[in-house]
């Protein structure tokens, strides 16, 4: 007997803590692509209300239906939860915009854009069907969902039909939502979904048959607000745990994450973030509640993005000292065993992956460390002509793990430097690239991280 939509609370013995998608047995005629091997997670249907033993049925379902599985001993609670899924309002809204979007193609003729009649156990909530010039029958499935995260992300692979070796039939899976973000897209395009929204934003593909994308349509529909911001300096401490290579590449607790963040963060602050990266799928979790990253550079270049509003504050300033006598005079600033002065930026960046020489110092400073580093520097702040800029950090985390260099001041960490670096005009992003791939790269790909 399956379970009512409506169940809850039914317990089962289950290997696995993380979400899975109620799908429909083997015989399902409405099933897509016979032998897909579906996500880790993802199930059949359950057989029995008491117990909701999960029948694997060998192939990924698109329904609207999650099982949250929660960890208590070897015994796991199952609560059946609603997706956020499509009203028939949006659904309708989805279908205009895919009609217009797919009107702008030229040598298909008119296309037919239908909802699925099923009831439940639906594939599919749209279908646009079109016939290639070139002679294939070319079928959009279109999942439309409300909100799509990329932790709830179907995986059903394009299906090609050959009558007489000959292309007969081409099926592509498409997501619609109100709004899809970049990371849902990236998502959407490594697993061969084809996608759009409300805006008109898309990316639609068919190999050898179709290619449409458009970009930069401002989103007209609300998106709620990410789990955890990335930008902060708290979130950053855990980020830094999580990215340096020194310290990455193998599965982590959340205590253990903890005890390595620099300032010390909450066992609180650490489960908001990293739930927030397993939604974003820039972190997996295993069985026993171990964490690994899974996608480095996309977990970078997020953070990337998120801290451009939490810049360490640049003071200039201009000294008579030459740069042979910069970090000679500040080197006794830091206590002993602290580094509260660092080369940042261009500077660190030129002694850890020489590609851009500019010709001003750039040094991380402490804030009650300003009036210290500028006194030893003989230096006066200016409004331009600075020949030294100070970055000063909100907290000490950008100092976390720098490089220490015999007879001349620490670096910032490759990481910090390739974020504060990336984020500065005057080949910035050249220094910011050098950094990544003659340092970072590597170091990740030994780990196992790429």
Known sequence: MQPRPDSVGARADCTRDEVGVVGASRDNPDFVGAGVAPPRGAGGFF???????????????????????????????????????????????????????????????????????????????????????????????????????????????????????????????????????????????????????????????????????????????????????????????????????????????????????????????????????????????????????????????????????????PIRVFSFKRPTEISKAVQGVSPQGEVQVAFAAFSAAERQAPAVRQPKCWLMTAADKVEEVKAALEAREVDSGENIVLLVPTDDGPFYNAELREGDLPCTHPVQTYLDVSQLAGRGDEAAEALLNQVMKPAWKARGML
């Open 47 to 313: 057989s029995d209300k008491k117990s909701l033993r999960c029948e694997r049925s060998g192939l990924a379902c698109l329904c609207s239906r999650e099982v949250h599985c929660s960890r208590k001993r070897e015994i796991r609670t199952f609560m059946n939860k609603r997706l956020p899924g499509a009203s028939v309002t949006l659904e309708r809204q989805l279908a205009a915009r895919f009609r217009e979007l797919l009107s702008t193609v030229q040598g298909f003729g008119e296309w037919e854009v239908s909802a699925n009649p099923a009831a439940f156990r639906r594939v599919f909530d749209l279908q646009a069907v079109g016939r290639s010039p070139l002679g294939p029958r070319l079928e959009f499935w279109v999942e439309c969902k409300a909100e799509p995260r990329p932790v709830n992300f179907p995986y059903v692979i394009l299906e090609r039909r050959f009558q007489e070796e000959k292309l007969s039939l081409v099926r592509v899976p498409v997501l619609a939502a109100p709004t899809i973000g970049p990371r849902m897209a990236e998502v959407c395009w490594e697993h061969g979904w084809s996608w759009f929204d409300l805006a008109g934003n898309c990316r639609l593909s068919a190999p050898g048959l179709l290619y449409l994308e458009r970009q930069g349509c401002k989103a007209a529909h609300w998106r709620s607000k990410p789990e955890a911001n990335l930008g902060t300096p708290e979130a950053a401490r855990v980020l830094r745990a999580i990215l340096f290579p020194e310290r990455a590449g193998s599965f982590w607790t959340q205590r253990a994450l903890q005890s390595r963040c620099r300032p010390g963060v909450s066992l609180g602050l650490v489960n908001k973030v990293l739930r927030h990266l397993r939604e974003e799928k820039y972190v997996e979790e295993d069985e026993q509640g171990n964490y690994q990253v899974t996608d480095a550079l996309g977990l970078l270049n997020a953070w990337k993005n998120a801290m451009r509003s939490s810049q360490p504050r």
